[in-house]
T-cell receptor, first 113, second 114 residues
Framework: GDSVTQMEGPVTLSEEAFLTINCTYT??????LFWYVQYPGEGLQLLLK?????DKGSNKGFEATYRKETTSFHLEKGSVQVSDSAVYFC????????????FGAGTRLAVHP | EAGVTQFPSHSVIEKGQTVTLRCDPI?????LYWYRRVMGKEIKFLLH????????ESGMPNNRFLAERTGGTYSTLKVQPAELEDSGVYFC????????????FGEGSRLTVL
């Protein structure tokens, strides 16, 4: 069935390090892809999205490129900050008029000064 | 503008008891969703309301779960009787008409069943 697989966490980095969080998906058709972030004590919020192959979503220094050939949507940031510490969720929206997101298990990121 | 609010933030109950979770979506949002995250695993879809109507309840685990949305405003999710495997974080989310994939989430209600 349709699903999202993320790398297991926690990911622990020092400030200014490079970040990659892997996300791969299985889906029929041409899904849209999303990254959501949950900061401590808050609800999930949309970080970025891409709606078709080769699209790059970007926000707050984070980027992810929709790679249809590898069914991937890896999240990257060149220089993380302590304030980026959060749980990151990859998600997909199936094409064809569906109205629900399918989420991965989440990856916790801890950034230390 | 107020965001999505959920109550209670944490509930601890004994197996066999009843719990009711409440969600107040962002005002004017027709779409309301319930999701659940168990033991740090995937956030799984439970159901979707459009206004007061259930659009999709394919993710509801069994008939111990009952969701309602009164007058298309707030929603409740009742678990009766609760079982150990119902423990987890229940998220509510809302979105306006014309779903684009952006959901606005509440902070979640953590349910612990002992």
């Amino acid at each position: 069935g349709d699903s999202v697989t993320q790398m297991e966490g926690p990911v622990t980095l020092s400030e200014e390090a490079f970040l990659t969080i892997n996300c791969t998906y299985t889906a029929t058709g041409y899904p849209s892809l999303f990254w959501y972030v949950q900061y401590p004590g808050e609800g999930l919020q949309l970080l970025l999205k891409a709606t078709k192959a080769d699209d790059k979503g970007s926000n707050k220094g984070f980027e992810a490129t929709y790679r249809k050939e590898t069914t991937s949507f890896h999240l990257e940031k060149g220089s993380v900050q302590v304030s980026d510490s959060a749980v990151y969720f990859c998600a997909l929206l199936l094409s064809g008029g569906y109205n629900k997101l399918i989420f991965g298990a989440g990856t916790r990121l801890a950034v230390h000064p | 503008e107020a965001g999505v609010t959920q109550f209670p933030s944490h509930s601890v109950i004994e197996k066999g008891q009843t719990v009711t979770l409440r969600c107040d979506p962002i005002s004017g949002h027709d779409n309301l969703y319930w999701y659940r995250r168990v033991m740090g695993k995937e956030i799984k879809f439970l159901l979707h309301f459009v206004k007061e109507s259930k659009q999709d309840e394919s993710g509801m685990p069994n008939n111990r779960f009952l969701a309602e949305r009164t007058g298309g405003t707030y929603s409740t999710l009742k678990v009766q009787p609760a079982e150990l495997e119902d423990s987890g974080v229940y998220f509510c989310a809302s979105s306006p008409q014309g779903f684009t994939g952006e959901l606005f989430f509440g902070e979640g209600s953590r349910l612990t069943v002992l």
